[in-house]
């Protein structure tokens, strides 16, 4: 019965004509820790010994002719057709730091009370969220964590990448957060991903030392260090050719005249849309060009306000599509950024409803809340909760035609990186394997994960 419903949730998505309200589904409200059963599909097929040895062996004589091969540089790109147009953006959080990476767990994992080195009655490492992800807690400076994310993304029809960004300054965790970011741009331009900045103006207010630096002063730093550094990227994202530059408010900087010498600091032939959260534009100057939506404890109601507000404008429109929400910081000990309110996921129909009130023609695009903010519990990326559940319905709305075992060798890849990590060999078919999933040849990368089991493990 469960896979029934789940069929008809997903060819009612690809029509556009689901309408389930929420507000009567009988899902539980609260925050209990939601059951973690999902298990990764085995491949669907299975090879002997004889091919899976013919295929490493013709891997390995491949790695050695290449190596031979001096200047050959591996082709960027990876060639994504979809069949729906509206371009699918999502935004991404990174600040996390693992133990095995890093040398320590970091505040976004443990907030004030928890810790990953205990495990839950699931055998899941304990995090602050009501949910675990699907390859345990990571790092987001790890090279192989960012390749696993951007291949799901690119097999779900994902355009680009927002980043939650705080300056440019090194206190907190604000510079690991500015450096991570900076490690993720070479992986994006490599499958031809998108990016851009969301700034967080309120680290302009933040302390130095314990003196306060005057704000303007450091945003325009701020957005000097953007236009330096990330407007550089061919990869940057842009609406109507213009670049952007998305603020989470502002709730700090709110006058005009300051927005005004912040935006003076760009070249005048590349000077950027600003947009802010809905509702604010018009109070911060000519340079704020349109707006974005965020997840609303009113739901469609907000969505519904915000079309009635922009429709037939100039306003560049941004809507949101989100799986629901329910905050972890009041249970993880953290007193300050506390909501109340919880949006049940409903299993999967809330993120359909929202995604389908996003096909609207009004918006220039839909941004995704979030990839991965575990701590409001609003993330897509893969659960032991709910698996992959998000990515499919993101792949009928988008209309590409990859599966759940597409997106289980991507998971596949990232655990024989870590188990391997040391083993130069299988790393050099890894690597081999990586390119392969851009080429799109999926049967073959799981061929070659087979063999690396069979014969390393």
């Given amino acids: 019965m469960k ?16 309408a389930v309200s929420c507000s009567t589904n009988p899902e539980i409200t609260n925050h209990k820790q939601p059951e973690a059963n999902f298990k990764l599909p085995k491949p669907s097929t299975t090879y002997s ?95 192989y964590l960012q390749e696993y994310h951007f291949l799901l993304m690119k097999l779900c029809g994902i355009d680009g990448v927002i980043f939650d960004w705080y300056g440019s300054r090194d206190i907190h965790d604000y510079g690991l957060i500015k450096q991570a970011t900076e490690t993720f741009i070479p992986k994006l331009e490599n499958v031809d991903l998108d990016f851009s900045i969301m700034y967080e103006d309120r680290v302009a207010y933040m302390e130095e030392g314990g003196v306060l630096i005057n704000p303007l002063k450091r945003a325009k730093q701020d957005f000097r260090y953007i236009n330096n550094v ?63 939506l965020w997840v609303a404890e009113d739901h469609l109601l907000a969505k519904d306000y915000y079309y009635n507000t922009y429709a037939n404008t100039n306003v ?90 597409d997106l289980a060798v991507c998971v596949r890849l990232y655990e024989a990186r870590l188990k391997y990590r040391d083993n130069v060999t299988v790393m050099n078919l890894l690597d081999a394997s990586y390119n392969y999933m851009k080429s799109l040849n999926i049967e073959l990368v799981d061929v070659i994960l087979q063999a690396i089991d069979r014969f390393y493990a």
């Avoid at 896979?3 to 689901?18: D, E, N, T, V, Y």
């Fill in 230 to 292: 990330y407007f550089r990227s061919s990869n940057y994202m842009k609406v109507n050719g213009i670049k952007c530059i998305s603020t989470f408010g502002p709730h700090y900087i709110t006058k005009a005249q300051h927005w005004n010498k912040i935006h003076d600091i760009f070249p005048d032939n590349d000077k950027p849309y600003l947009l802010s959260l809905w509702g604010m534009k018009d109070a911060l100057g000519e340079h704020f060009k349109g707006e974005f």
């Fill in 3 to 18: 896979a029934l419903i789940k069929q008809f949730k997903l060819q009612m998505l690809a029509l556009g004509i689901i």
């Fill in 49 to 143: 010994d004889s091919i899976l040895r013919q295929t490493l062996d013709r891997e390995l004589q491949l790695i050695e002719l290449k190596k031979s091969q001096k200047g050959t540089v591996a082709t960027a790109g990876m060639d994504i057709i979809k069949t729906n147009p509206k371009k699918v953006y999502v935004h991404y959080l990174p600040w996390f730091q693992s133990k095995g990476y890093d040398g320590y767990w970091g505040q976004h994992w443990t907030m004030a009370n928890r810790n990953p080195d205990r495990f839950d009655a699931n055998g899941h490492r304990e995090v602050a969220s009501y949910y675990n992800p699907l390859i345990g807690p990571y790092s987001s400076s790890d090279e």
């Fill in 316 to 405: 560049v429109t941004i809507d949101s599509a989100y799986p629901g929400f329910a905050s972890y910081y009041a249970d993880g000990g953290w007193s300050e950024g506390i909501n109340e309110w919880v949006l049940p996921k409903y299993d999967g129909l809330t993120f359909i409803e929202s995604l389908n009130a996003s096909t609207s023609t009004t918006a220039d695009f839909i941004q995704i809340i979030t990839w991965n903010d575990f701590g409001e519990g609003t993330m897509i990326e893969p659960t032991t909760q709910f698996g992959f559940t998000y990515l499919q319905m993101l792949q009928e709305y988008t209309g590409v035609s990859y599966t759940e075992e």
